[in-house]
């Protein structure tokens, strides 16, 4: 409460910049009021002169001394002040205190002058301006700390009304205006102070945010100079980035296309690149992607080159020797990749007028993932039969669930047969798509590309449902019911709770856990182990079968079979791949279906397609075969036909 009294009354102490902007306001205030002094008190001098010069009434010296010494000497402090106040502008400036002591002498004379005139004007009965006019200049275009205005103003206002009354006393009337007018002035005064006082705390601020904004504006400018680095450089490898290497390629590709010249879009990848991250480091894995790019930088002196993205460059060269300087890349990444195993892939993509960069950069890239998993290539070009993978590939995602709402993907079915009887023992779920446009798409074609979008689950949702739909119906018709295996990847794991989808599915379509086995491939076991250890005691835990799909297939196969428990074991149709002329493949296989013995695992081998691989396999004691030699995957409604004509027989036993 004291401080706002203090604040108030102007009693708190001014900072330097406060105080420097008062009495700059002051300055500039002193000008406009000393210009209309002077020209008031020449006007009034003159009127003096013309008076003693042509009014027929003669005035005595006294009078005229009189009246012109106040002029005079109020004309001669006006015109000092403007004086003072012009240099003070420019910058010609004396001390505060001195300043301070000047504009006081000032606003004296000036309140002096305006009583003394208006001390006559009142004894003659006229209105006291004079003086209310130097009291507003003084007092309130002249702005002063308010406990000083309150000071001055009540002296004077209280001598004013102390010399008049003793000559003409004053009546009510005029006591009631002198004490208005005072407070009015009082009230003024108080109010331009602060007015004053938040214009220069307002300005204290913006001084303050200009030095800074100016501060800031040199960091804007570093920045502005950064930002500019960064938009054309990449900020690890310090080659271009995409977005200058855009540019680049437009003017580039628009000379060359004019030229009639040839350009070639270069996609690299730097295989197991994560590994080599793994094992050094992250700075180091930075360090050899610096180095990559120098070696990029030297190869292709003259052409574009950028950083894509992580360990991904793009070229565009008119070179013909791409394959060369890639084998030298690859070359120097063997030198310099320590213990890990790098490998370098790269597409490539022949310039066409109408194709953008970006598109460009697809095809390379779309050439380069392309020969990703075949260890044996490392270049290649984007031609049409890629275009045509690839164009089949994304209508393979973008049908899916239009062919799984039509019924265009089918499931066949594959027998399962006894080695002892030659019967039919089970069935195998398999997917066919039988499109409209491209009629029967080949299943590895679109099981590989639901694979790597990540789309599979739905695939084989949907082949589920079929199943156990076929299942229900063949009940409900009398038929002879066997068991159905369905095939499961690791993704279906990862993207959905497969396990709970076939038990609902199961239940609902009322089929035994026993007529559905569940066939986890060899491969997928490798890459996640907890999840699908997981997933086949669920399965196991609800009364399902589970088979070992594939196996020998990968390099973990004893490892699976010590980690995982099985009821069956399929056996890879690889191993009977050359099976007269190669003579490791019987001991390799009569060694698994003793394995499986020991273990008390059923064996099944699959691809069999000829009477002696059959013979053989009953011989060393395999249970159960599957293959061609007996019946190629087929329709629910042929496979019906086949048990009809009876060229399949089922087994009794299951």
């Known amino acids: 409460m004291g401080d706002k009294i203090k604040y108030s009354l102007g009693l708190n102490k001014h900072d330097s910049y406060t105080r420097n902007h008062m009495e700059l306001a002051n300055m500039k205030a002193v000008i406009y009021m000393s210009v209309f002094i002077v020209f008031v008190e020449l006007w009034m001098i003159e009127r003096i002169i013309t008076i003693v010069l042509f009014d027929s009434e003669p005035r005595t010296t006294r009078w005229i001394i009189t009246h012109l010494r106040s002029y005079v000497i109020l004309l001669s402090a006006a015109i000092f002040m403007l004086v003072h106040a012009t240099r003070y502008l420019k910058g010609k400036r004396l001390s505060y205190s001195t300043n301070l002591i000047i504009l006081s002498v000032y606003s004296a004379i000036c309140i002096y002058f305006g009583m003394y005139v208006s001390y006559l004007d009142y004894i003659k009965g006229e209105q006291i301006l004079s003086f209310i006019t130097m009291i507003l200049f003084s007092c309130c275009l002249l702005v002063w700390r308010p406990i000083i205005s309150l000071m001055v103003l009540s002296a004077t206002f209280l001598l004013f009304y102390h010399i008049c009354s003793n000559e003409v ?285 990540c789309m599979i689950h739905k695939l084989d949702k949907y082949v589920v449902d079929k199943v156990c739909k076929d299942y229900n119906e063949a009940k409900k018709s009398g038929k002879k019911l066997l068991p159905i295996s369905l095939n499961f990847s690791q993704l279906d794991f990862n993207l959905c709770d497969m396990v709970e989808y076939v038990i609902d599915t199961a239940k609902k379509y009322n089929v035994p856990k026993e007529y559905l086995e569940i066939e986890i491939t060899e491969s997928a076991l490798s890459k996640e182990h907890e999840l699908l250890k997981n997933a086949m005691q669920r399965f196991r835990d609800a009364g399902f079968n589970i088979w070992l799909d594939d196996f020998g297939s990968g390099y973990s196969s004893l490892n699976v079979l010590k980690d995982f428990d099985f009821d069956v074991l399929k056996i890879d149709m690889l191993f009977l791949d050359n099976f007269e002329e190669n003579a490791n493949t019987k001991p390799i296989i009569n060694i698994i279906i003793n394995l499986c013995n020991k273990l008390k695992i059923r064996s099944l081998t699959e691809g069999v397609e000829t009477e002696e691989e059959f013979e053989f396999l009953k011989e060393i004691g395999c249970e159960r075969v599957q293959g061609y030699y007996f019946s190629k995957p087929v329709p629910k409604s042929e496979l019906e036909s086949l048990i009809e004509s009876e060229k399949l027989i089922l087994s009794e036993e299951l």
């Open 169 to 453: 006393p004053a009546t009510v009337a005029t006591n009631i205006n002198l004490f208005t007018t005072w407070m009015a002035c009082l009230m003024i005064s108080i109010s331009m102070y602060h007015q004053r006082m938040s214009e220069a705390r307002k300005d204290a601020k913006l001084e303050e945010t200009n030095k800074d904004l100016h501060i800031t504006n040199e960091k804007l400018e570093e920045s502005n100079s950064h930002l500019d680095r960064v938009s054309r450089r990449d900020e690890l490898t310090g080659i271009a980035n995409m977005r200058q290497f855009g540019k680049t390629a437009k003017l580039m590709l628009q000379e060359a296309f004019e030229k009639g010249q040839d350009l070639y879009f270069l996609y690299y990848d730097i295989e197991h690149f994560k590994t080599y991250n793994e094992q050094y480091g992250f700075e180091e894995g930075n360090n050899l992607l610096r180095d990559i790019a120098g070696e990029l930088s030297i190869l292709y002196e003259g052409s574009a080159y950028a950083r894509y993205s992580d360990d991904h460059f793009i070229v565009l060269t008119s070179e013909t020797d791409a394959h060369e300087k890639t084998e030298a890349l690859a070359n120097w990444l063997h030198e310099h990749q320590g213990e890990a195993f790098l490998d370098l892939k790269v597409g490539a993509y022949k310039a066409e007028e109408g194709v953008g960069v970006s598109i460009s950069i697809d095809h390379a890239r779309f050439a380069c993932n392309s020969i990703k998993m075949n260890a044996e290539k490392h270049f290649c070009i984007y031609d049409n039969s890629l275009y045509e993978k690839q164009k089949r590939k994304q209508y393979i995602i973008n049908h899916l669930d239009f062919a799984i709402e039509n019924e265009y993907i089918e499931v066949f079915y594959q027998p399962v047969i006894w080695t002892k009887n030659k019967k039919v023992c089970g069935l195998e779920a398999l997917s066919r798509w039988r499109d409209p446009e491209y009629g029967l798409l080949p299943p590895g074609e679109f099981i590989e590309t639901l694979e790597d979008v």
